[in-house]
């Protein structure tokens, strides 16, 4: 997928919203969002269970870090919605890299408006937001 249908996708994942909250856009389309205790290696993810959509982020995190994460992992809800990531890393040949990378540039483009503060934010975390990802 390249950048320009990423962000037409980012776009118009707020058209018709009252709000650019992301905590607030998962409640009203259904998405679960549960803080979990996870590791360093693994600080969110994305599944969806029997159709129901669950966004786990880890415990511990800072708001700023939350929320780039939530955005990221949001990506991976819009533009993989269906695709296991952890079938694709353990019993395929195809790069999940590729997904992160999508999933990045999803996030940088819901977050572009925001003047995030990231002096406190973890560097695999503030990575998220550099556009060399793509």
């Known amino acids: 997928m390249t950048r320009e249908e990423i962000s037409r996708k980012a776009d ?6 009252q709000t ?3 905590f607030a ?11 979990v ?12 269970i029997r159709g129901v ?7 511990g995190l800072s708001d700023t870090e939350q929320y780039i994460l939530l955005a ?7 533009l993989h919605r269906g695709v296991d990531s952890f079938f694709i890393a353990r019993s395929t040949l195809f790069p999940p890299g590729r997904f ?6 999803f996030a940088r483009c819901l977050l572009g408006h925001l003047d995030l503060d990231l002096t406190e934010v973890a560097p695999d ?10």
């Open 20 to 22: 650019r909250d992301l």
């Open 37 to 48: 205790p996870l590791t360093v290696r693994v600080r969110a993810f994305y599944q969806c």
């Open 100 to 105: 992160e990378r999508e999933a990045d540039e």
């Open 12 to 17: 118009m994942f707020f058209e018709g919203r």
């Open 53 to 59: 959509d669950v966004i786990y982020l880890s415990e």
């Open 125 to 134: 975390i503030r990575r998220i937001l550099s556009p060399d990802g793509m």
């Open 72 to 78: 990221h992992e949001l990506g991976h809800f819009v």
């Open 25 to 35: 856009v998962c409640r009203d389309m259904g998405i679960t969002v549960v803080f």
